[in-house]
């Protein structure tokens, strides 16, 4: 009924720059809060930032000041543009949302198939 889909992510050399985007389709009713978790191998998924339909952010400590979300709730994207980057930001990187599907009045939380994201020292 809705599907994400991610893009973006790659090798990147510590200190670079990736931005990933994720697109949500399907029988969208309407979409409340989106985000972005990442795993890092032998590790628990963890949030890393998520925001509401009215664009309000949450970020985790470790990335504050170095990662921006934002989202375009026309396209019903999300993004995450990464700065500074340590290796210690290489995880798997999964989008959500939080989506209401037009045959349902529930919303349901919904997840990407997650892009890899390397960061070399």
């Known amino acids: 009924q809705v599907q994400l889909v991610e893009s973006g992510g790659g090798l990147v050399q510590a200190g670079g720059s990736l931005r990933l985007s994720c697109t949500a389709s399907?029988?969208?009713?309407?979409?409340?809060?989106m985000g972005w978790y990442r795993q890092a191998p032998g590790k628990q998924r963890e949030l890393v930032a998520t925001?509401?339909?009215?664009?309000?952010?949450n970020y985790a400590d470790s990335v504050k000041g170095r990662f921006t979300i934002s989202r375009d709730n026309a396209e019903n994207t999300v993004n995450l543009q990464m700065n500074s980057l340590k290796p210690e930001d290489t995880a798997v990187y999964y989008c959500?949302?939080?989506?209401?599907?037009?045959?349902?009045?529930?919303?349901?939380?919904?997840w990407g198939q997650g892009t890899q994201v390397t960061v070399s020292s």
């Open positions: 925001i509401t339909s009215g664009r309000s952010a």
């Open positions: 959500n949302a939080d989506a209401r599907p037009t045959t349902s009045r529930n919303f349901y939380r919904y």
């Open positions: 399907g029988s969208i009713f309407a979409i409340n809060a």
